[in-house]
């Protein structure tokens, strides 16, 4: 039976590798996806998709503001990922309507 403290368990966000201080993984303004947790004697934090507002690079923190509201100081980058939604621009696709030739469509 595992214990409490089994660190053998899989993270699902895991934490980029930095190469130095100089080039931290997350930058201000970036979006992540900042897990769900709890700790004893705190209140559960609900966590979800966010913009970064600061990074400590020596504390190995940040700060997000959420999208849906409210803010989270001091979240520990083993809890953020990059959200893997925030890739790009999306695609534009033609309309399945459309038939190239005709005039219809629009008013007049």
Same mark, same amino acid.
């Given at each position: 039976?595992?214990?409490?403290?089994?660190?053998?368990?899989?993270?699902?966000?895991?934490?980029?590798?930095?190469?130095?201080?100089?080039?931290?993984?997350?930058?201000? /303004?970036?979006?992540?996806? !900042?897990?769900?947790?709890? &700790?004893?004697?705190? +209140?559960?934090?609900d $966590?979800?998709?966010? #913009?970064?507002?600061?990074?400590?690079?020596?504390?190995?923190?940040?700060?997000?503001?959420?999208?849906?509201? /409210?803010?989270?100081?001091? !979240?520990?980058?083993?809890? &953020?990922?990059?959200? +893997?939604?925030?890739? $790009?621009?999306r695609? #534009?696709?033609?309309?399945t309507?459309?038939?190239?030739?005709?005039?219809?469509?629009?008013?007049?």
């Open positions: 039976m595992p214990s409490y403290c089994d660190r053998s368990a899989e993270f699902i966000f895991d934490p980029p590798a930095m190469t130095s201080e100089a080039d931290p993984p997350f930058a201000v /303004g970036a979006l992540v996806s !900042v897990a769900a947790r709890m &700790v004893v004697g705190k +209140p559960p934090k $966590g979800g998709v966010g #913009k970064i507002t600061r990074v400590d690079v020596p504390a190995r923190t940040l700060d997000v503001r959420y999208v849906l509201g /409210g803010r989270e100081r001091d !979240v520990g980058w083993e809890h &953020v990922s990059r959200d +893997p939604y925030a890739t $790009g621009a695609k #534009k696709a033609a309309p309507n459309f038939v190239p030739g005709e005039g219809g469509g629009g008013r007049r």
